[in-house]
């Protein structure tokens, strides 16, 4: 078992958290469309980009039938991942939209 977690411990860790941005991506007007497909392929290609480029940390495509489509965590402000969102060529063809949130997390977090 895990030693107990102390307000100094935590104190100490929180000091140490970073600015980023959540995206949330959901299904846009043209999601069903014929071209969608395509869209979509384009879209993971510039996410494998922005991953190997160190900006999108964390991207998880939800997997359930929602509207809620993906989400990530940008290393970016609010105003660079809007830029960024709003270039993505699915957002720009209506198969998605998009919604940010700054958020606040630790450096080097990551999945198992």
């Known amino acids: 078992?895990?030693?107990p977690v102390t307000d100094d411990d935590m104190r100490r860790a929180l000091a140490g958290t970073k600015a980023y941005?959540?995206?949330i991506l959901s299904a846009g007007p043209e999601y069903g469309s014929a071209e969608a497909p395509a869209l979509v392929w384009e879209?993971?290609?510039r996410n494998f980009a922005l991953r190997a480029e160190g900006v999108l940390n964390i991207v998880c495509?939800?997997?359930d039938d929602s509207t809620t489509c993906g989400v990530g965590i940008l290393d970016t402000d609010l105003e660079t991942a809007h830029r960024i969102m709003s270039e993505d060529p699915g957002v720009e063809a209506?198969?998605?939209t998009f919604?940010?949130?700054p958020v606040r997390s630790f450096p080097g977090d990551?999945?198992?």
């Open 21 to 23: 941005t959540l995206v």
């Open 99 to 101: 919604a940010l949130h």
């Open 43 to 45: 879209h993971g290609r």
């Open 110 to 112: 990551r999945l198992a």
């Open 94 to 96: 209506g198969v998605f």
């Open 61 to 63: 495509p939800v997997t």
């Open 1 to 3: 078992m895990t030693d």
